[in-house]
């Protein structure tokens, strides 16, 4: 089984409807985050969250809200969807070692979000 | 500001050689540097960390990090065909509570048999 799954796979929806992507992991990790990607654009950090009581804003959080509810379980939310928020995106866990710089970061497989 | 800057290619070698991948990054704060790989469609997969000056190796590939010039690059020898994908660097800056990767937006790499 997947450290790290995702669901929906793919999901296509119509504008202002609202939208939760799922993401579990058996990895322990206590660090959890989601990104989207666009063609050319790369990889953008839209929220991550370090344990259950703490979550932060990425770098484009607008738009998308999120929740934790437990340490395995972080859910991404598009409240009122738009088109421009078509995109992969991506869930990803890390664990990070008592000493500064020993990080890793698994990613799910990704949902690819259609909003028409 | 956090960048990582790479080019975006295509980037094309003939299989057996060398292919080698560069990336800046912006932030002098960064401690840790990665590079992923990811097929098209799929999701990224680490197949190098580095966090000191010089190279580390790990079976074809080795990274380079030279933190003066704030430059990370990958040589993949012996390129195969299976090795086309986009490459993706990946800077960690945490400070002030921060956390997360900075991408860069990839070079798509292309082995010609």
């Known amino acids: 089984d997947a450290d790290v799954t995702q669901t929906p796979r793919n999901r296509i929806t119509k504008t202002g409807k609202r939208i939760m992507l799922e993401c579990s992991q058996t990895k322990g990790h206590d660090r959890m985050y989601w990104y989207r990607q666009d063609p050319g654009l790369g990889l953008r950090l839209i929220y991550y969250s370090f344990d259950v009581k703490d979550i932060n804003k990425g770098e484009i959080s607008d738009g998308y809200s999120v929740s934790r509810q437990a340490q395995a379980k972080f859910s991404l939310s598009l409240e009122s969807a738009i088109p421009n928020q078509t995109a992969l995106y991506f869930c990803?866990?890390?664990?990070?070692?008592?000493?500064?710089?020993?990080?890793?970061?698994?990613f799910g497989p990704g949902t690819r979000l259609t909003v028409l | 500001q956090k960048e990582v800057e790479q080019n975006s290619g295509p980037l094309s070698v003939p299989e057996g050689a060398i292919a080698s991948l560069n990336c800046t990054y912006s932030d002098r704060g960064s401690q840790s540097f990665f590079w992923y790989r990811q097929y098209s469609g799929k999701s990224p997969e680490l197949i190098m960390s580095?966090?000191?000056?010089g190279d580390k190796e790990d079976g074809r590939f080795t990274a380079q990090l030279n933190k003066a010039s704030q430059y990370v690059s990958l040589l993949i020898r012996d390129s195969q065909p299976s090795d086309s994908a986009t490459y993706l660097c990946a800077v960690l800056y945490s400070g002030g509570g921060a956390d997360g990767l900075t991408f860069g937006k990839g070079t798509h790499l292309i082995i010609q048999p």
């Open positions: 580095i966090y000191s000056n």
């Open positions: 990803a866990t890390s664990d990070f070692g008592l000493r500064q710089g020993r990080y890793t970061q698994y």
